[in-house]
């Protein structure tokens, strides 16, 4: 157990809808990462945040949009959904210590969406 | 940009063979490097890091040194067993504290 906490584990909804994944990172960590895994295009950064605040982007499409709560919590909000959004959405979590640090990732167990 | 990239897969071995999977990383400065392991219906588990150059990782018979000269971190085990087949990733951490996976690549270790 990683410690970092995901829900739903799976969820099935159709085209068009919107929904909401949650993320509880592990007890001190302060950094949140959302990834995506779809067979076609493997592990795709999404977005960091760190202690509430958006930290890095990646290959986050504009339909989807995530925030950390002060309690550290993220969610990750997927609207609009199209058939190729289906994947498995990955949280993980890490302290920043510095960099030099050789701080670790630590996921959660990911959340299926299955867009019909 | 920073990325990672390392070998295709899939990777089908017989037990007690030799593992190797490569990966090579660009990078600015001096990033972590690690390997998780992704076993079916599971996430990613860390499976070893090394923070500076010539470091060894390991962990459960896996190695992985960090050379800096070739900016590799190519992951081995003398003798695989059943029970390591998964998906295997390499990742670099860089000094931004941003993480950079590669693709994977999956292992099926066959008796």
């Known amino acids: 157990d990683s410690g970092v906490t995901q829900t739903p584990k799976h969820l099935i909804t159709a085209t068009g809808q919107r929904v909401t994944l949650r993320c509880s990172p592990r007890?001190?960590?302060?950094?949140v990462y959302w990834y995506q895994q779809s067979l076609d295009q493997g592990l795709q950064f999404l977005i960091q945040?760190?202690?509430?605040?958006?930290?890095a982007k990646g290959n986050i499409l504009e339909r989807f949009s995530a925030q950390q709560f002060p309690d550290l919590h993220s969610e990750l909000n997927l609207s609009s959904l199209e058939l190729g959004d289906s994947a498995l959405y990955f949280c993980?979590?890490?302290?920043?210590?510095?960099?030099?640090?050789?701080?670790?990732?630590?996921f959660g167990e990911g959340s299926w969406l299955t867009v019909v | 940009g920073d990325s990672v990239t390392q070998m295709e897969g899939p990777v089908t071995l017989s037990e007690e063979a030799f593992l190797t999977i490569n990966c090579t990383y660009t990078?600015?400065?001096?990033?972590?490097l690690f390997w998780y392991v992704q076993y079916p219906g599971e996430g990613l588990q860390l499976l070893l890091k090394?923070?500076?150059?010539?470091d060894k990782g390991s962990n459960k018979g896996f190695e992985a040194t960090y050379r800096k000269e070739t900016t590799s971190f190519h992951l081995e085990k003398g003798s695989v067993q059943v029970s390591d087949s998964a998906v295997y990733f390499c990742?670099?951490?860089?000094?931004?504290?941003?993480?950079?996976f590669g693709t994977g690549t999956s292992l099926t270790v066959i008796p």
């Open positions: 090394a923070t500076k150059a010539d």
């Open positions: 007890s001190g960590d302060l950094s």
């Open positions: 945040y760190y202690n509430g605040e958006e930290r």
């Open positions: 993980a979590s890490s302290v920043e210590w510095g960099a030099l640090s050789g701080n670790t990732i630590y």
């Open positions: 990078a600015t400065g001096y990033p972590s």
């Open positions: 990742a670099l951490r860089n000094t931004g504290n941003q993480f950079y």
